[in-house]
């Protein structure tokens, strides 16, 4: 894990390391340290919300953990 904050004005970042694709079925998969999940300010998370960025010539997934209580997912 590195961690850079070079400048007050650019954003912190944290690097986690290269991380390897797994296969599931017709899924990728992604396994992140709780570390990183816990360092969003969510206790305990249980679904995270995904998404694809492009801006200008950068591209990049921005996955944000949250945490719903169980009441949400029943039905």
Do not use: H
Not at 16 to 34: C, D, E, Q, T, V
Not at 38 to 50: D, R
């Amino acid at each position: 894990m590195t961690y850079k904050n070079i400048n007050k004005n650019k954003p912190t970042v944290i690097d986690f390391g290269i991380r390897a694709i797994g296969n599931l079925r017709f899924s990728k998969m992604i396994l992140l340290p709780k570390t990183a999940l816990y360092n969003c300010g969510v206790e305990n998370p249980t679904k995270a919300n995904v998404q694809w960025v492009l801006n200008g010539d950068e591209r990049y997934i921005k996955v944000v953990p949250i945490c719903l209580p169980k009441e949400v997912f029943k039905n």
